[in-house]
């Protein structure tokens, strides 16, 4: 018999908390934390869609899991990331 995985963060859930004013901050705000650049003069579409790219990343490198629309990020994946600790 397989162990469960620890329960995560899932994105979807936290993009729900952080609130559809604050989306689009928050998004850039990920964006330049994981180095993106030039993300304050991107599209919003573009800023989702590089969004979705560096959550792929964090699949890629273990850090998150995919299911559907949704990724579940492994708990600490977001521990340095400011906008993250701000909300709580």
Do not use: I, K
Not at 17 to 24: F, H, I, Q, T, W
Not at 44 to 51: A, E, I, K, N, P
Request: proline share 9%; aromatic share 8%.
């Amino acid at each position: 018999m397989t162990t469960p995985p620890p329960p995560g963060l899932s994105w979807r859930a936290l993009e729900t908390s952080v609130g559809l004013d604050a989306l689009p901050a928050f998004h850039r705000a990920f964006l330049a934390w994981r180095g993106v650049e030039g993300t304050d003069a991107m599209p919003l579409r573009r800023v989702q869609q590089r969004v979705e790219a560096e959550l792929n990343r964090l699949v890629q490198t273990g850090q998150a899991t995919r299911d559907g629309e949704d990724w579940t990020l492994v708990p600490g994946t977001l521990d340095a990331f400011p906008a993250y600790a701000a909300l709580s």
